[in-house]
């Protein structure tokens, strides 16, 4: 290791460390992990906690994953932690897979929106795992959802969560340091599996990410279920969410070309995302993704902040295929559209 990287990773322990302590103090700390920006709090003080609800003008009765480090013992946080719980962190963990399992009866139920269960997950990102050694001397929890105001896209980069909280990154503002740990590379928010309801339900994804249902299965010798209008309520689960402010419009490849061009006969302007080439077009942004499940979920959120910045009157996404790799990408767009499914038929007026 040269001079350089060594003072380098020094003066990053030195910020990390300074973050772990401003959690201690009961304030907020924006930090990365591989799935998406986390907005961090002391899972175990409910004051915290709220602030996170503040901060993400979040509804306070929807529940936030807690992080914790590898070596967390589990049953601090968790009861009756079944066989399965246990091949899945094997499997997974550290990584995006989050965990549903009942809380244990002193961990504050602010973490969890009054209900009896607690989410628990480890990243596996460097900066992640440093902050969380370092908080508590490594015995704590980080209660963090995605740093972005509720129902908006999450970020993936430093600067989205410095966009997302212009306010509250700012002097004397609620988020009291926001670590920088690259762009996030998985890009869409951890698989959750419940695993509260073994007996009447076996595991249940609550919601799919870049862990497909396939792999899961494998793990767990049964494919998960999907979930029920029993299964603990989850913001990412919503109809609505992970939305830009111009409106998204999922298209079939085939009728792309037509949907552009009665949008220019209409005068309206669109912008592009698709996964396919598709020659010049009048769109005011285009970007193409990877047509890849983990290529695409890595540049989704990006592009979508990207062409949201085009201001344009839609934003037309090219439809992926119906099929399970692309679970986890076509959960995000489902829903990033979910408001806007009207919208072509009024811009073409
Ligand atoms: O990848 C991720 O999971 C990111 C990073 C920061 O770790 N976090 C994230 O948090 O996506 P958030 O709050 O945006 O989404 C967490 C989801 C929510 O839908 C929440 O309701 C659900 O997890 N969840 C957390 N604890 C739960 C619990 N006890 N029961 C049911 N759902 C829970
Ligand atoms: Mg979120």
């Known amino acids: 290791m040269n001079e350089i990287v060594m003072q380098e990773n020094q003066q990053q322990q030195q910020v990390i460390q300074h973050a772990a302590r401003q959690l201690e103090a009961g304030m907020l700390v924006a930090f990365p992990t591989e799935t998406v920006y986390g907005l961090g709090a002391d899972a175990e003080n409910p004051d915290a906690v709220a602030r996170i609800y503040a901060a993400k003008g979040r509804p306070s009765n929807h529940p936030v994953i807690v992080h914790v480090t590898p070596e967390a013992d589990l049953s601090y ?3 009756d932690i079944p066989p ?15 965990l549903i399992l009942k809380r244990a009866s002193h961990i504050p139920d602010a973490v969890s929106g009054g ?17 969380l050694r370092s908080f508590k001397g490594g015995k ?25 909280f212009p306010d509250e990154t700012g002097v004397g503002g609620a988020i009291a340091a ?15 599996v419940d695993l509260t309801r073994l007996a009447t339900h076996g595991p249940v994804l609550l919601r799919p990410g870049d862990i497909s249902a396939a792999q899961l ?22 109809d609505a969410h992970y939305a830009p402010n111009t409106p998204v419009v999922l298209v079939a490849s085939d009728a792309l070309a037509s949907t552009m061009q009665q949008l220019k006969e209409a005068g309206r302007s669109f912008a592009l995302m698709s996964h396919g080439q598709h020659g010049k077009t009048e769109a005011l942004a285009h970007l193409m993704l990877p047509a890849e499940p983990h290529g695409y979920a890595h540049d989704l959120y990006a592009d979508l902040r990207a062409l949201d910045a085009a201001h344009a009157d839609v934003i037309l996404v090219e439809a992926l295929p119906d099929d ?5 990408v076509n959960d995000r767009l489902r829903r990033a559209a979910f408001d806007s499914r009207d919208v072509l ?4 007026a």
Do not use: Y
Request: aromatic share 6%; net charge negative.
């Open 115 to 131: 209900q009896d269960s607690v989410g628990l997950r480890c990243p596996s990102h460097p900066v992640a795992q440093a902050l």
């Open 217 to 238: 299965a494998e793990v767990l010798g049964v494919m998960p279920a999907a979930p029920d209008f029993a299964a603990p309520r989850a913001s990412g689960t919503l």
């Open 324 to 328: 399970r790799e692309w679970q986890g």
């Open 345 to 348: 038929g009024s811009l073409l």
């Open 140 to 164: 704590g929890g980080v209660a963090a959802p995605s740093a972005n105001k509720f129902g908006h896209v999450s970020p993936t980069t430093a600067q989205h969560v410095i966009d997302e």
């Open 178 to 192: 926001v670590l920088d740990g690259g762009q996030s590379e998985v890009g869409i928010e951890s698989t959750i």
């Open 77 to 79: 946080w968790a009861t």
């Open 84 to 98: 399965q719980a246990q091949q899945l962190i094997a499997a997974f963990w550290p990584g995006p897979l989050t």
